[in-house]
C-alpha cells in the first residue's frame, strides 16, 4: 500500500470564520489569482506536518498521540482576522490568525516533544505561527493589503469552540486538497 501525506491538526469549525471566508472570497476571488480552500469543513490548525507516511508508521503514531486525542482543549481561541504569509518578499497564503494564547503554545510544544522523542521528527519548530489557510496566493492584487484592512475594519471576532488533536490524511486532489481524520 502506498504512503499517505499526514500531519497533526485540529479541525475548526465557526460561523464568524466561515463569513470571513466568504467574504474574502468574493472580495478578492479576482480571475483565478486564488486558490481557496475547498470548504470551511478542511479549515484547521496544523501542529506538525509529517508528509508521507507508511501505515503501520501511521499507527505508531496514532498510539504515541492516543492520550492527547481523547482530550478537549478549551483555550478561548479567538479568530484576529485576515492575515498573509509571504514567499519571495509576495503574499503566497492568505490566513485566519488566531490570538496569541500561550496554552495553545504549550501544546504545540507537548507534541512536538513527543515527536522528537520517538525519533518522528529530527529537530523541534521554533517557530510556530497558528493559522488557519483560507487560500493559496497565485497573484496579489496591487490593492491587496488594503482589501484585507478593508476585510478586518469589518470583522467581529468570535471565541472558537473547545478543540481536539486529530491525526489528519491530506488528500490531493486537482480541486484542492481535501483533509480527513483518521479513525
Avoid: C
Avoid at 79 to 105: D, H, M, T, W
Amino acid at each position: 500500500m502506498s504512503d499517505k501525506r499526514v500531519f497533526i491538526g485540529s479541525f475548526i469549525q465557526n460561523e464568524a470564520l466561515t463569513q470571513l471566508f466568504e467574504q474574502s472570497k468574493q472580495a478578492l476571488d479576482h480571475k483565478g489569482l486564488f486558490k481557496w480552500t475547498r470548504t470551511p469543513d478542511n479549515f484547521h490548525i496544523t501542529f506538525h506536518f509529517i508528509g508521507a507516511m507508511p501505515d503501520a508508521d501511521i499507527e505508531i503514531l496514532q498510539n504515541l498521540l492516543d492520550d492527547l486525542m481523547q482530550k478537549d482543549y478549551d483555550f478561548g481561541l479567538e479568530v484576529s482576522g485576515l492575515n498573509f504569509f509571504k514567499r519571495k518578499g509576495r503574499p503566497s497564503v492568505l490566513y485566519a490568525g488566531i490570538k496569541p494564547n500561550e496554552r495553545l503554545f504549550d501544546l504545540h510544544q507537548v507534541i512536538q516533544k513527543s515527536l522528537y522523542k520517538q525519533g518522528f521528527i529530527s529537530e523541534m519548530q521554533s517557530r510556530f505561527t497558528p493559522h488557519i489557510t483560507l487560500a493559496r496566493i497565485k497573484k496579489a492584487p496591487i490593492d491587496f493589503a488594503e482589501q484585507i484592512n478593508q476585510i478586518n475594519r469589518n470583522f467581529q471576532s468570535q471565541k472558537l469552540h473547545p478543540i481536539r488533536v486529530t491525526l489528519i490524511e491530506s488528500i490531493l486532489a486537482p480541486q484542492g486538497a481535501l483533509y480527513q481524520k483518521f479513525v
